[in-house]
């Protein structure tokens, strides 16, 4: 598979390794009541911070659990003058540069920086990910093609799922030089291959085509052909079909076949008068169909030929195609027309999700400032924002009602609304989770969230709250110093990355005697014992604490008094706890 190569490239394909560990610090809750500094439980979250760093402290509890990521990452257009800097010169991503390429990145073009910010973050979301998840990346030309080359390295070509387009204006200046855009990119991989899009709700333009002329039982049906395509690998669905009215034979058209096999197809035929299979010896027509030599055609395939004289077959065809309703399978135009089929209504899915979104359904970037500056009170305080309708189609054909969806691009907080007005109109329990590194994050991002929750508005433009809840974070200490534990970190969050760094699963506090024990995966157990301010042992008096029974034991302790033999003979590994223990 072809790859991209770029200035930096080397310094960043594994920078996502070497990002630390930090804590998430909760600042304060919020929920339809107002601010609190308890935390109210909430499982949304708002974090202000580096997103690298902030979607590496989120891999301990979400790694392999997010269902839906949408990103808005900047486009890379050299346009410096919005409150989200698009481009790649922003001060903290060329600190970053300088820190991570090192003297390189002071001569990188800026296409070349935007990769080199692009590859771990995606490397990270990638990982976040559930098997049975997907992400949505929106772009313009700029970095479109390498944004497709990058995902396919990362998330594999074969999980491409497809380049949506995105009609984002409803009208064209006048005075537009060249081809002006009328649409952006919106660039969709998934975890898996295979990944499907739930359907959209269907049409009354749709529905109008079916009706009910013939007064069928199941209901409003369409026409549609009777055939498929592959005739050639599907010889024994090629045959002659004779016509009660006509007696005309009928076959499939050139390069196609019958749609159901034969058995169904004479059981099918047999509503309309007794049929019966014969051989016509048609080897050269139904060759000619299949586009193979006629030696090479099925010698077994028989014609499905009316049983009875014609001249009863077509009275009773005519009688049924007068009193009604037709069977499934009929010949059109009262039976002098082709072979076809009955479409119900009923058994009809959904519509069709396809890679044209336009803006009457999804919305467009007027739309989208417009309705951010109702939230802000007539203040124009982001130019780039997204319309929540595109986030919500997003979450309609990419999500459960209790999905967590990932913006770590977070903006205006675009994402956050959608999931809130989702929310809100089918009862669901959708979890967002927004990072944004700028520092608008609370004073845009968090308080466009807070008025969603509470209502917005005045007059006409009085917008209900949609209710719900979440915490704000900042990032906070790093887990580890070097090579040893911070310790000025919280004890449950060493426990919650030691967990993770084992098992790669979320952690969660088990109830049991033992405070040290953190669980049990894949038949073994893992014990931390660590004690802030003592030097801890792992002896006979704490193995008599071990009460799980496990195939194995990872226990963590600063010290060992147990010979390695004895501890073999027992199944356990000990590991020692990575601290500064002349500290304590």
Known sequence: MPTLEWIGKEKVINHHQEVPFRVLERQYS???????????????????????????????????????????????????????????????????????????????????????????????????????????????????????????????????????SWQRTYSMRNDAKGIPAEVEHVMVYSKSINWQPKKLARTESMDSKYKNPDNDPRGDWRNIVASAPNAATHQGMVYAIQNPVTGEYSYPPQGRCWSLGQDQMLYAMCKWCEYELRDLKDYEERANICNV??????????????????????????????????????????????????????????????????????????????????????????????????????????????????????????????????????????????????????????????RVIRGYGTGKNEKEGTGGDFSYYELGEPLLIGENLNEAVGTEKIREYVWYTETKQPFVPKDCDNPYYLGKHNDTGYYFYYEKQRITMLDYDFLSTVTEKTDSTVIYADRCSISEDKLIQMGIVFKKIPRDISKI
């Open 30 to 164: 919020y929920d339809s009541n107002g601010q609190v500094e308890a935390d109210n439980g909430s499982e949304n979250m708002i974090i202000h911070g580096d997103n690298l760093e902030a979607l590496k402290a989120l891999l301990p509890r979400y790694e392999g659990k997010i269902k839906c990521i949408y990103i808005d990452p900047p486009y890379n257009t050299g346009n410096e003058n919005w409150v989200y800097n698009d481009n790649v010169n922003d001060p903290k991503i060329k600190k970053w540069l300088g820190e991570v390429v090192g003297k390189e990145g002071e001569d990188l073009t800026r296409h070349d920086k935007w990769l080199c910010m692009m590859y771990p973050r995606l490397k990270l979301l990638q990982k976040l990910l559930s098997d049975d998840g997907v992400i949505f990346i929106s772009i313009d030309d700029t970095e479109c093609a390498n944004l497709k080359l990058i995902c396919d390295e990362i998330f594999g070509s074969n999980c491409f799922v497809s380049n949506i």
């Open 293 to 450: 030599p006629v030696a090479d055609i099925r010698r077994d395939v028989m014609a499905i030929t009316v049983k009875e004289g014609l001249s009863v077959a077509r009275q009773k065809a005519l009688t049924l195609y007068k009193a009604g309703p037709l069977p499934e399978f009929f010949f059109s135009k009262n039976g002098t027309g082709t072979l076809s089929r009955k479409a119900y209504l009923q058994q009809m899915g959904g519509r069709p999700v396809t890679n044209l979104w336009n803006f009457d359904e999804t919305g467009h970037t007027d739309e989208a400032s417009r309705l951010l500056k109702t939230i802000f009170g007539g203040t124009a305080v982001f130019e780039t924002p997204k319309p929540p309708r595109l986030i919500e189609r997003i979450l309609q054909i990419a999500s459960e009602p209790d999905s967590i969806v990932l913006d770590s691009f977070a903006g205006s907080g675009t994402t956050g609304h959608a999931v809130l007005n989702m929310n809100k109109a089918d009862g669901g329990k959708r979890k967002f989770i927004l990072v944004e590194m700028g520092d608008y994050a609370e004073s845009i991002t968090a308080e466009r969230v807070k």
